[in-house]
Structure formats: C-alpha cells, structure tokens
C-alpha cells in the first residue's frame, strides 16, 4: 500500500508510521443483515398449551446479530528505547463548507407498534428471585441492573405515551417534575445506533428490546426509593424527574431495551492507581476512535454517568522502563447512553449515507444549564458550532435555536469529530481530579501527559494547537510510545478470531419468559429460532 500525503502547517508531509498504523488496522466487524430463519409451523395436535406459545410469538422480530465482546488490552512491552519523536498535530480550523446532509437529524425514524415488540408485564422482567437495583437516570430513561442465574442485564426504561396516577399532594410539594412521556418513534434514532455501534470494542452489548405494560412489583420501587434518596444525599437540591412506579397502572406502557452489563459507572469508581487513569483514558480514546473511522460518530453527552469500568482481568504491574502505559490496570471501558448521538449507518449503500443525531436544539436549556461540571462541555460543542473555533460562550450566548453559524443554521447532523475531543478532555480532567491514590503516582500520570493535555485543553491559548478527533488523539498516544503497534493490532486480531457465542448477547429476561411455558424442544434463543428439520 503506497504512502499518503496529508497536508500540514502549509506543506505537504509524510503520514507518520503510527498514523499509517492505525489507518491501517483491519476495520471493526459489522452485522450482517442476513435474512431469519423461519420458524418452525406449528401442527394440528399439538397440545393447546404450544398454540398459544406459538401466538405469542408471532410478533418476534428473529435478527441474527452477533455483537463482539470487549476487546482485552495486553500488556506489550514497547522497544522503542529513545525519546518519542515530536507529533505534528493538525490545527483546529474551521470547517470545510459543507452541503447540508440530505435528511436532517432524525427524532423519527419509522413509526414501531406494540405489534413489532414482544409485551411483557413488569412481573416478567423482576421476576422472584432477581435482584433489581437503579442505578442511573441517563436521557429519557431509568436505568436497572437485572441479575439471575442466567446472567446479568442492564435495561433502560423509557415511559412511552399512557396514563399514570396524578401527583400526591406530598409529591406536588416537593416539586416532583414528571419526565414527559415519549413515543415510539422518537427513540429510535438511539436504538439504530445501538445496534451500529454493539460490534465496537468499548460500546454496550445490544440484546433486546420489549413494551412492559402494567403495575410495578414491590422490589421496583424498593429500588427506586433507595436511589432516590442517595442522590438527594448527594446533591440535596436535586430534583425527581421520573415518576415512583407506585403510580404505574395497568395501561402505563414502556419501552425497555435490555444491554450487557458494563460494571459500574465511572462516578462510582474509586480510582486508585496510575495504570486505571492510563488504561480508562486511552481505551476511551481508542472507543471513540473507531467508532469515528466506522459510523461517523459522536457521543456528544459523554460524562462519568455515562463511563462505564469493569474489572476484567488482574493488574499486571510495569516491571520495565518501557514508553508503554497501556493495559497494566486489567480494566476495560464501555460507553453507554446514545441519547444525544450522531452516528451513519455502515451498512448504507448510497454513498451519502444520511446521519441519525437528535437535534439539540429542540430544547437549548441544556446549553442554558449551569447545574453540573458537564454542562460547561454541551456549551463548547455549540460555540464550535457557531464559532468554527475552540471558544466557550457563556449561557447567555445559547438562547437562540438554528442560530446562523460558521456554516449557516446550526445543524446536529453534521459530523464535526471535534465534540469527541472536548469530551476526552472533561474525562481527562475527571480522572485526575477524582483520583483517590497515591499523589505521588497522580504527579508521575500529570507530567508524562502535559503535553497531551495541552493540546486536549480546550481553556488552551489560541496559539497551541489541537486534536481535531478522537483519531487524532490514538495516533499521538501511539506515537508517544504509550500504546504498542503490536497492542493495537493485537485487539484487531481479537475482533476477527471471536467465535461469536451466543450466550453473550441472549436476554436473560426473554429466555426466561419462553423456559417458563414452552416445551423444552423449543427453549432457544428468540433472536436464533432454528428452521424445523
């Protein structure tokens, strides 16, 4: 493969061995759309028990998706036994003129019906025996951790358009504000992204998604009042956006999409060593990265609620004086909650394929906000909007929705890779100011990534340059001689020698609903039904 030119500081100039390394690496699996199986027809004696299975299960969409596991970092000495060579790195600019996309952000993609989905009681989903736990509220959903002995589930709940009991009087007082209800359609936007990105190491695992339709078992709202009253703990002016299920009625509906557990989020964390602040930030950065080079993508909302860490395997402490600070700490990321995403679809066969994004400026009291370190991030994001530049106006600047920017009218559908890096830097900034180690430790990470900072910072002086993608970010860090050449194609080898088990992405609440009625010939996995024989 013949060298590339790219074009910086005003002359043209050879790609560097990590940027030709990295453009190189084989590109992350997708899903292929290949057709279902059929399912089995049932015959006329059988028992009555199977026919009313049969009905119920009709309405199953079968896919054949078969999302890869996480990607283990191995620990590979670096030979590299000099300095790192200095890094050009290309300087933020406005944007090249664009054509407005095609079709503009998308809120609706398709309108889905209760008859698409599976419907399912909350009985079904916190069944006897589970253990249910809140563990978050991300955009426009609750957020359970499901455990049985058919694994572990993370759901997001979304209440869709249905009745719920009013507010108490005692509810009213405390100035309880109902998350407004949503249809179908408006969700899937982030569920099309879901499923793009469930083949990216670094990304939450897709299983399923159903309607839940009725009243709350006691252990849902045990669960909701524990994390109610620990976030009003920690923050006591918090308010509660989302009703207590004590109000849910046998019509209140929900839309719930089931996930692989990722562990614990990032703000519940305890950060301990130098390897954790290492490995969380460059497998972040590397998340990203691809998700840039594969679907276009920008997280746009990604703060420590949305950061998942998992132990998955024992530290391996550095032993050498080698350049490499990656995959010591045996953690591994996984970036939830697309609420607020862009992202293109892989599989598109026009040339353009058109964005899917949620348009931010439907509601701006998010860049309006000053109630969270974050918000400061969502107005950044805007100002390069407006700006083409590394600014930061303040909240009274964001007031006006489709303001005329460098570009014109503010559009979300535009893929400008830039947002990735503000969000790298605030997760930079978090870690080291949550740090709970040695400071010793703390003092060694700070001095070997000033340099990286400086070009992360978007606070930075107008004169330093900065990365202008998350792409941009890997290539320096490879470079610098902190990830390998053979670490990176070492977790490419991985993606392509997973034998796609299917234990790994089955819905532990699904399964359990079918092994509850069905003849034990026909226990499997909704989403894999075999053809009869």
Request: proline letters at 7%; one cysteine or more.
């Amino acid at each position: 493969m013949s060298k590339t030119t790219v074009r910086k500081y005003g002359k043209s100039v050879k790609k560097s061995k990590a940027e030709e390394l990295f453009a190189e690496l084989p590109r992350s699996p997708v899903k292929r759309n290949e057709a279902p199986p059929k399912v089995r027809q049932l015959e006329a004696s059988e028992t009555d028990i199977i026919r009313d299975i049969a009905d119920k299960l009709l309405t199953v969409a079968l896919e054949d998706g078969t999302p890869t596991p996480e990607a283990e970092a191995v620990a590979v000495p670096s030979t590299r036994d000099a300095a790192p060579r200095p890094v050009q790195i290309t300087p933020l600019h406005p944007p090249e003129k664009l054509e407005p996309p095609k079709i503009v952000t998308v809120q609706a993609v398709g309108e889905t019906t209760d008859d698409d989905l599976r419907i399912l009681t909350w009985d079904d989903v916190c069944q006897f025996g589970d253990r249910v736990e809140k563990i978050a509220e991300a955009s426009y959903a609750e957020v359970y951790r499901i455990s049985n002995e058919r694994g572990t589930s993370i759901i997001k709940v979304i209440r869709l358009q249905s009745p719920i009991k009013p507010q108490t009087k005692t509810q009213q007082k405390s100035g309880l504000v109902d998350e407004e209800p949503h249809s179908e359609s408006d969700l899937e936007g982030e569920l099309k992204i879901s499923e793009w990105l469930a083949d990216i190491p670094g990304f939450v695992v897709y299983k399923e998604r159903y309607v839940v339709k009725g009243r709350a078992p006691k252990a849902l709202l045990e669960t909701h009042q524990v994390f109610h009253r620990r976030m009003k703990r920690k923050d006591p002016d918090r308010l509660q956006f989302y009703p207590s299920p004590s109000r849910y009625l046998d019509d209140t509906k929900f839309l719930v999409v089931e996930l692989g557990d990722a562990g614990t989020a990032l703000e519940d964390f305890e950060l301990r060593s130098a390897d954790q602040l290492w490995d969380i930030f460059l497998h972040t950065a590397i998340a990203l990265a691809r998700a840039e080079d594969l679907v276009r993508f920008e997280h746009r909302d990604l703060h420590e609620g949305n950061l998942c860490i998992r132990q998955a395997k024992l530290p391996s402490p550095k032993t050498d004086d080698s350049l490499c600070q990656f995959g010591y700490s045996g953690l591994e990321i996984t970036i939830l909650d697309y609420g607020l995403s862009r992202a293109e679809d892989p599989d598109s066969d026009g040339s353009d394929p058109a964005p899917v994004a949620y348009d931010l400026e439907k509601d701006l009291s998010i860049f309006t906000s000053t109630h969270a370190p974050q918000c400061k991030v969502y107005r950044e994001m805007r100002s390069f909007l407006l700006k083409g530049d590394r600014v930061h106006l303040p909240p009274a600047d964001h007031h006006t929705p489709y303001e005329k920017g460098i570009d014109g009218p503010i559009s979300w559908a535009t893929h400008h890779p830039y947002t990735n890096v503000l969000w790298l830097a605030y997760i930079y900034q978090y870690l080291v100011a949550h740090f709970k180690g040695d400071r010793k430790d703390l003092g060694r990470f700070k001095r070997a990534s000033k340099e990286l900072l400086t070009h992360l910072d978007p606070d930075a002086p107008r004169e330093v340059l900065s990365f202008p993608s998350a792409c941009d970010v890997v290539r320096y860090a490879a470079e610098a001689g902190w990830i390998t050449e053979q670490q990176l194609m070492d977790e490419s080898s991985r993606l392509d020698d997973w034998d796609g088990s299917v234990a790994y992405n089955e819905s532990i609440i699904i399964e359990a609903k079918i092994a509850e009625t069905e003849d034990s010939r026909l226990r499997r996995s909704p989403r894999r039904v075999a053809a009869a024989v």
